[in-house]
């Protein structure tokens, strides 16, 4: 399969391998042992220089901090990481400058926002990473998660998107020592590869 491949060691690290063959591919699998999952990244690859709006997937290596779901559309998926049911009233800061900037917010909020109660399906479920939250910077990228993929695995606008199924049967296996590396694989890393 084209695309950068996502893997995983159920001892807590998934990866996401750079290519320098394709850079900006907006295509993967995610392998977390025993799973080998289809994905989509953001529509301009990966980037070690990440900013708002580039489109581009950030390259680090981060926790997985918390787990949001929708409750009128799913029951509560079986996780170990810490997990909070969505409000409609729940929303994302992207503006940079603003002091919630990258940070949850509660809606309505006056400044530029993402509202994760959405009409469509991506975010059903969602997982947070660390991308730029503990060591916030100004213009470095918001609302980096991992979500659920559009039809067709569309490319998305930083994320990480999997089907729901598959996004189901991923947090199953993680718990809040899980981390996801995204860049060049560690030794850690190359013995979950298969």
């Not at 997985?64 to 029951?75: G, I």
């Not at 909070?84 to 919630?100: I, Q």
Request: positive net charge.
């Amino acid at each position: 399969m084209a695309g950068f491949p996502i893997a995983a060691n159920v001892g807590q690290l998934m990866q996401i391998p750079l290519s320098t063959r394709s850079p900006r591919a907006s295509s993967g699998f995610v392998m977390f042992s025993p799973l080998r999952l289809k994905c989509a990244l953001g529509r301009t690859g990966v980037s070690v220089a990440k900013f708002e709006g580039d489109g581009a997937t950030p390259t680090g290596r981060f926790r997985l901090l918390r787990v949001y779901y929708r409750p009128d559309r799913l029951s509560r998926p079986k996780t170990q990481i810490p997990i909070f049911a969505l409000r409609s009233t729940d929303g994302w800061c992207d503006a940079s400058g603003d002091r919630n900037y990258n940070r949850h917010v509660r809606l309505p909020y006056p400044a530029s926002h993402e509202r994760l109660w959405r009409a469509d399906s991506l975010y059903d479920i969602i997982i947070v990473i660390d991308y730029n939250i503990t060591q916030r910077i100004q213009m470095r990228g918001s609302a980096i998660f991992i979500h659920v993929a559009r039809a067709g695995y569309k490319p998305t606008l930083g994320c990480i998107a999997l089907s729901r199924p598959d996004l189901l049967k991923l947090i199953a296996l993680c718990n809040s020592g899980t981390e996801i590396e995204i860049g060049p694989v560690s030794q850690r890393g190359r013995r979950g590869l298969r």
